[in-house]
Structure formats: C-alpha cells, structure tokens
C-alpha cells in the first residue's frame, strides 16, 4: 500500500470477485495489539466481506455508505462482484468542491489509480501480489 501511496488493497479471490479489503486502519488497530502486525498474513487481517457499491451509483448513494457505515474507503463492483474500483472520503470532497462550482455529476466516477490487487485461494492463503 506505501509503494503505490493508497489507503486500502483491495482483495479479490482466484475468479476475480470481491473477497475482502485491508486499510491502513485494519493495520493500525492490529499493530496496537501485535507490533509484529507486518509479519502476518494480509488474509488474517483484512476485512471480508467488504461494504461495496456498484459502479453505476450515484455519488450521493456512495456519500450515504460512508457515512452510515463510518468507512473512509469503499470498493466499487461491476456486475459480476469484481472490484473496478475504490472511492475514499477525500475523493468525495473532490466532488464537493466541483459540485460547488456548479458541475453537474450525474453518476460517480471513481479516481482511478492504481490499486492493489490480492489474489486469495478458497482457504485465504495469499498467491501472489502484483499492482494494476
């Protein structure tokens, strides 16, 4: 997550389908009980089954997720459950700001940037890692 400067790893089972998500805060509230933290597996530490949204809502609904769910990411899903995306609080203040200028955004747009991807077999033992 340092490496490419992003809050949150998305992960993603052996078809491609949303398993589960590792934020920077799943690892500061680990390492407040085990500084050893680094040295575990991603897939005893990360969150299954994440709160998610699909790709085709609006940013209102995605602003009411966060909120109601008091989560500063949120994965973003295509039809089949496979992350496309991930949307933070800071990019929603991004869409405050245009909306105050008078943009009309009718459907989210995610802020895509790199995102990093694990994929996990069925017993949650990581494969490999690799950026997209």
């Known amino acids: 997550m340092t490496a490419v400067r992003a809050g949150a ?3 993603a089972d052996t078809d491609g389908k949303l398993l589960g ?6 690892f ?7 500084p050893k933290v680094g040295e575990r597996l991603v897939a005893d530490l990360m969150t299954l089954n994440p709160v998610s949204v699909h790709k085709d809502k609006l940013a209102v609904e995605v602003l009411n997720l966060l909120e109601s769910h008091r989560i500063d990411d949120l994965v ?17 203040t991004r869409l405050k700001l245009l909306m105050m200028e008078g943009a009309a955004l ?4 995610v802020w895509t940037r790199r995102r990093v991807s ?3 077999d069925l017993q949650h033992k990581p494969r490999n890692v690799r950026a997209r």
């Open 9 to 11: 790893a998305v992960i």
């Open 21 to 26: 998500i590792f934020t920077h805060g799943d």
């Open 28 to 34: 500061a509230r680990h390492f407040q009980n085990d």
């Open 76 to 92: 973003v899903v295509d039809d089949n459950n496979a992350p496309v995306g991930i949307v933070d609080s800071q990019d929603l």
């Open 106 to 109: 009718s459907a989210l747009k």
């Open 118 to 120: 694990l994929q996990v």
